[in-house]
């Protein structure tokens, strides 16, 4: 499975006026990535993948998992800091990485035959415009029952979040509203939202900060 639209890279900034004599940054790719964050319906596209998912899987708690790239560089999970505190990616792993301009969509499924929810987290890996490696957070919760929702983001230094697993799921996640902000870092910025059905849409826009154009 690959990620769902067309890499924003500089190549795509030199055919555009705005950016005609000037020297490229990874700001101004990140600028793009967010103004074009619809473009070609590349987003109904992550969408549209998502309820495929779901209609596969069939009656259960589940959350659609979104995510978005406007960092202006490329991102990785950190596979050694994927945590499942309930329930599995249902069928098909997302890519590893994708470019600044593309989503990412798959499905985290409650754990089978058991009257649970799900709850997890997944680090993606970056760089800011300095060359600083950036951890981003990203982290759901959908229960079984009338618990609300919950979305939780952080943007941290490289290996910051495996010493604090317990105190994010249980003080950070599991107290967290429906939308949650990160604009703490200098450089990088992140922002979750989810729904509030048994399925519902979990939206991750993971981002570097951009200033406008001169």
């Not at 709850?119 to 890996?125: C, N, P, Q, S």
């Not at 079984?144 to 010493?163: C, I, L, M």
Request: proline residues 4%; negative net charge.
């Amino acid at each position: 499975m690959s990620a769902f639209g067309v890499p924003i890279t500089d190549e795509t900034l030199k055919a555009m006026s705005r950016y005609k004599d000037k020297t490229i940054t990874q700001e101004d790719r990140a600028r793009e990535a967010v103004r074009l964050i619809h473009a070609e319906d590349k987003n109904l596209s992550a969408l549209n993948h998502s309820l495929t998912l779901k209609s596969s899987y069939g009656d259960g708690v589940s959350t659609l998992c979104l995510l978005y790239n406007a960092t202006g560089d490329t991102l990785e999970i950190v596979d050694d800091q994927k945590k499942d505190w309930l329930g599995y990616v249902y069928k098909e792993e997302p890519p590893r990485s994708f470019d600044n301009g593309q989503w990412l969509a798959f499905l985290h499924a409650h754990p089978t035959s058991e009257a649970y929810g799900c709850e997890a987290a997944r680090v993606y890996r970056g760089k800011n415009i300095k060359g600083d490696v950036r951890d981003f957070l990203v982290a759901w919760s959908t229960p079984w029952g009338s618990t609300q929702n919950a979305a939780y983001t952080e943007v941290r230094e490289k290996d910051h979040f495996p010493s604090y697993w317990d105190y994010i799921k249980e003080q950070k996640l599991e107290q967290a509203g429906k939308i949650t902000k990160d604009e703490t870092d200098e450089h990088c910025a992140s922002t979750v939202s989810i729904g509030g059905i048994t399925s519902p849409e979990f939206i991750a826009i993971l981002q570097h900060k951009f200033s406008p154009l001169p």
